[in-house]
């Protein structure tokens, strides 16, 4: 069974700087692409980053150059480092493992910028 738990959120002041971790299990890890989405309230849950099983990466416009995407097959751990946050960064952020034709997802950890 897939399981994806998602940690290291919480409330930060803007500008400031938090690192996600989604510890995956039930899957061989290494051979899969992995993601990051965020949902604010009242919005469409939105990608946010991807890593693939190689290690290229791929960023929504709104946070490139800010968050880095990273993965760690020796720990089934994917990460999303998250610096110079800013208020609309807020959201709960969801860990996601695409493997058609099934979605995975995390629980969510929420993430709130505010001063």
């Known amino acids: 069974q897939v399981q994806l738990v998602e940690s290291g959120g919480g409330l930060v002041q803007p500008g400031g700087s938090l690192r996600l971790s989604c510890a995956a299990s039930g899957i061989i890890f290494r051979l899969y692409a992995m993601a990051w989405y965020r949902q604010a309230p009242g919005k469409q849950r939105e990608l946010v980053a991807a890593i693939i099983s190689g290690g290229n990466t791929n960023y929504a416009d709104s946070v490139k150059g800010r968050f880095t995407i990273s993965r760690d097959n020796a720990k089934n751990t994917v990460y999303l480092q998250m610096d110079s946050l800013k208020p609309e960064d807020t959201a709960v952020y969801y860990c996601?493992?695409?493997?058609?034709?099934?979605?995975?997802w995390g629980q969510g950890t929420q993430v709130t910028v505010s001063s």
């Open positions: 996601n493992a695409p493997m058609p034709p099934r979605d995975y």
